[in-house]
């Protein structure tokens, strides 16, 4: 595996999860196993989880690492190629991947999408320019149109909790305030690809996900409907893929309350975190033994050791 920019990038999806689950179990086995390596972590938005955890997946395989925050702390990059630079942007992304290269073994990437251009958002700028430019494998930390490493913890989730041969996973939409990204609801619904479920898909008209990641998976437009009999609820919002960036409505009936819950067949409830209280989803939900959103950052760690162990055995 030279980058882990999607998971269609890990060799095996199944073998990857299996690494994750004995890393929890002896998160120190292969501590020196990146002795003397360096990851670099570059943010162009800003990251609890994703940033803590995975430096310690990093500490734990013995890695050293360098954190920047692209937003402010470095020169503005300039992605475009043959641009005459006399604006803003100080210094082009050719020579930053190269000189990033120089100092560290592997470097990750976390690059939200702009949600005020499709084609650039789906062309991942960003990540695929360090990765075209970089000498050096490139890890995403949640890119405009995908976040593998929240993925690959969901999987290690599920596995953990699922005691059906076969559960209803259910992924909801739910209300937020600002335009988000489909970033975590594109690498779910790519996860689930590898799961033995009955999934659905529920979200209101008009914010169905891209067709060409969602294929022929169920979109239920009644979140009650959708939501009965579910053995896992994972929710999340995202903004208009048709309607591009657009928040269409902003009501909060597609909250998801603990009436709602009764609904399912006592299910789990999923987040990605962060998240907006008494928006996306209730206190009582959020409060209760169902909820295991600190386990799905728990498992971030060790997720994140998985890909970093697998893309150095793979250099
Ligand atoms: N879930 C997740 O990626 O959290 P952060 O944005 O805090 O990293």
């Not at 030279?2 to 199944?14: A, E, G, M, R, V």
């Not at 690059?111 to 990540?127: P, R, Y």
């Not at 993925?151 to 259910?170: I, N």
């Not at 399912?264 to 996306?280: D, E, G, Q, S, Y």
Request: one cysteine or more; a negative charge; glycine letters at 2%.
């Amino acid at each position: 595996m030279k980058n882990f920019i999607s998971l269609t990038d890990l060799p095996n999806f199944d073998a990857a999860l299996e690494l994750a689950k004995s890393l929890k179990e002896d998160p120190y086995a292969f501590e020196n196993h990146a002795k003397r390596k360096t990851l670099g972590l570059i943010f162009f938005n800003p990251s609890l989880r994703t940033r803590l955890s995975t430096q310690k997946a990093a500490q734990n395989l013995g890695f050293e690492t360098l954190v920047m925050n692209f937003s402010n702390e470095a020169w503005a990059l300039e992605f475009e190629d043959g641009t005459e630079m006399r604006g803003i942007r100080s210094e082009h992304v050719r020579e930053a991947a190269a000189v990033i290269s120089q100092y560290c073994d592997v470097v990750a990437i976390r690059a939200f999408a702009s949600l005020n251009n499709k084609e650039q958002d789906e062309a991942e700028i960003v990540l695929n320019s360090f990765a075209n430019y970089a000498s050096i494998p490139v890890i995403n930390m949640e890119s405009a149109t995908g976040h593998p490493l929240q993925a690959l913890a969901d999987a290690l989730t599920l596995a953990e909790h699922k005691t059906l041969h076969k559960p209803k996973v259910v992924l909801s939409w739910a209300p937020h305030p600002k335009a988000l990204p489909h970033a975590v609801g594109n690498s779910f619904v790519k996860m689930m690809e590898h799961q033995d479920a009955e999934f659905v898909i529920t979200n209101p008209e008009g914010y169905d996900l891209d067709p060409r990641i969602t294929k022929d998976i169920p979109v239920i437009h009644n979140q009650e409907e959708a939501l009965k009999n579910a053995d896992f609820v994972y929710a999340k919002n995202w903004c208009s893929y048709s309607n591009y960036g657009s928040i269409l409505r902003t009501d909060d009936e597609w909250m998801l309350t603990a009436d709602k819950m009764k609904l399912t067949n006592n299910a789990k409830f999923m987040h990605c975190l962060p998240v907006r209280r008494n928006i996306v989803v209730a206190d009582g939900v959020l409060d209760n033994s169902n909820s295991l959103v600190i386990e799905q950052a728990n498992n971030r760690t060790y997720a994140a050791q998985a890909v970093l162990k697998t893309i150095i055995d793979h250099v």
